[in-house]
Antibody, heavy 117, light 107 residues
Framework: EVQLVESGGGLVQPGRSLKLSCLAS????????MNWIRQAPGKGLEWVAS????????YYADTVKGRFTISRDNAKNTLYLQMTSLRSEDTALYYC??????????WGQGTLVTVSS | DIQMTQSPSSISVSLGDRFTITCRASQDIGNYLSWYQQKPEKSPKLMIY???NLEDGVPSRFSGSRSGSDYSLTINSLESEDTGIYFC?????????FGSGTKLEIK
């Protein structure tokens, strides 16, 4: 069974940093591209970043480019999102998701990031 | 960037009725379009992939179709468990973009 478990969320002040993790199991992590997607309270879904299976290809939404860094450790089956210079508008539930040719086939349960002073 | 224009934003439908949601793509995305259902406090769930394919385990009353740049999700004979918010996603090109969502309620 595919499982994606996010962690690392919390309350952080504007301008500070936070690192999210997503531990994957139930599939061969190193074979799949992974993504971060966020959802602000009461709002829709926003794709944040993607990383290919071997980290060769990385993409970011313009809203986070230059502030967020996606990475992965295939030996640890873990996806990361390093977030810096956080803003109030980054407040959201952050999901990691496995992408296949079908789209986002599997999602984690999300980890909440709240940016507030 | 590819814009996905989703409509309606919300709707109330009677049990047993047929209901259709549409996403219009601003550029060609081929069939790289998927549909997701999100229940309150839950993660989104893949329902339809590559525009017309039913994901395993999804009831057959759900279907997807395409007409040019318009992509539709149809629910035949609505059941109470179908309430939630539905999103489309294009994954043809980065940045990946979602539709704004359709909130489906039972009348």
């Amino acid at each position: 069974e595919v499982q994606l478990v996010e962690s690392g969320g919390g309350l952080v002040q504007p301008g500070r940093s936070l690192k999210l993790s997503c531990l994957a199991s139930g599939f061969t992590f190193s074979n799949y591209g992974m993504n971060w997607i966020r959802q602000a309270p009461g709002k829709g879904l926003e794709w944040v970043a993607s990383i290919s299976s071997s980290s060769s290809y990385i993409y970011y939404a313009d809203t986070v480019k230059g502030r967020f860094t996606i990475s992965r450790d295939n030996a640890k089956n873990t996806l990361y999102l390093q977030m810096t210079s956080l803003r109030s508008e980054d407040t959201a539930l952050y999901y990691c998701a496995l992408i296949t040719t079908k789209g986002f086939a599997y999602w984690g349960q999300g980890t909440l990031v709240t940016v507030s002073s | 960037d590819i814009q996905m224009t989703q409509s309606p934003s919300s709707i109330s439908v009677s049990l047993g009725d047929r209901f259709t949601i549409t996403c219009r793509a601003s550029q060609d995305i081929g069939n790289y379009l998927s549909w997701y259902q999100q229940k309150p406090e839950k993660s989104p769930k893949l329902m339809i992939y590559r525009a017309t394919n039913l994901e395993d385990g999804v009831p057959s009353r759900f279907s997807g179709s395409r007409s040019g740049s318009d992509y539709s999700l149809t629910i035949n004979s609505l059941e109470s468990e179908d309430t939630g918010i539905y999103f489309c996603l294009q994954h043809k090109q980065y940045p990946l973009t979602f539709g704004s969502g359709t909130k489906l309620e039972i009348k």
